[in-house]
């Protein structure tokens, strides 16, 4: 069972950015993608970004222009970089990998809070 451990969650005041961190216990390249979701109280949780094997990424239209997805291999970590925060962003934040067998494995979740 892969091991994902959220970080750099936390309350930021509208405007302001935070980057999250996702620390895997395996190799990157074990997996054929990997990513973000998010849950707001009363939703379901929805795709924030995601990136490839290969490095292609994909964002869903509520983030693009604000959000980026990035990761570094040899530190086994994916980063989501949020700038522009706005308070519809709040919420819990999920890292997620999906191996090349489809089977997923999720985090455990940082709680990002965006209010004056």
């Known amino acids: 069972q892969v091991q994902l451990v959220e970080s750099g969650g936390g309350l930021v005041q509208p405007g302001g950015s935070l980057r999250l961190s996702c620390v895997a216990s395996?190799?990157?390249?074990?997996?054929?993608?990997m990513g973000w979701y998010r849950q707001a109280p009363g939703k379901e949780r929805e795709l924030v970004a995601r990136?490839?094997?290969?490095?292609?990424?994909n964002y869903v239209d509520f983030v693009k222009g604000r959000f980026t997805i990035s990761r570094d291999n040899a530190k086994k970590t994916v980063y989501l970089q949020m700038n522009s925060l706005k308070p519809e962003d709040t919420a819990l934040y999920y890292c997620?990998?999906?191996?090349?067998?489809?089977?997923?494995?999720w985090g455990q979740g940082t709680q990002v809070t965006v209010s004056s």
């Open positions: 395996e190799m990157l390249f074990n997996f054929a993608s």
């Open positions: 990136i490839t094997n290969s490095g292609n990424t």
């Open positions: 997620y990998v999906k191996s090349w067998d489809l089977a997923e494995s």
